[in-house]
């Protein structure tokens, strides 16, 4: 007898994306997506030279681009082959600052998808897995055209 309990879900498969996610400014920037699942992604974040303002701060703008990434990969990652999502508006925000050389941990997940829309958030920690920035997002959502 067949039970919805027995159903596993089916992830996408992202394994081409992983290390830079596909983005080479994001390998440039020190990421490394490492993992991931039905709606979530988790990268490695040692920031580069190229990620930093001349203190050897990590720029906001920056943090903002990982987070994004992060979100939009754990949405691609709940999507079916073929389907496609673009980011609509997102919020970051920085709680402390992070350096050059610093190891950070980066995790997407999304909390809800629906046909067309898909809501996510994103955190950075620390290695005291102290929350360095936190994002949330909203992305549309384009489904791939059934073929006739």
């Known amino acids: ?38 709606g979530w992604a988790i990268a490695k974040w040692v920031p580069t030279e190229l990620a930093c303002n001349p203190l050897g701060g990590v720029h906001g703008g920056v943090i903002a681009t990982v987070l994004d990434a992060a979100m ?17 508006e997102m919020k970051s925000s920085t709680m402390r600052p ?21 809501y996510a958030e994103a955190s950075v920690l620390n290695t005291d897995d102290a929350l360095v920035a936190r994002g949330t997002a909203t992305f549309m ?7 006739e």
């Open 1 to 38: 007898m067949f039970r919805a309990s027995d159903m596993v879900p089916v992830v996408r498969n992202l394994d081409r994306s992983l290390g830079d996610g596909g983005m080479p400014l994001l390998g440039s920037l020190g990421v490394s997506f490492d993992s991931y699942g039905d």
């Open 72 to 88: 939009n990969f754990a949405v691609t990652a709940a999507l079916e082959s073929g389907d496609r999502t673009s980011t609509l």
């Open 98 to 118: 992070a350096e050059k050389g610093e190891a950070l941990t980066v995790r997407g997940d999304v909390v809800r998808l629906a046909r067309q829309i898909a």
């Open 141 to 147: 959502v384009r489904r791939k055209q059934p073929e």
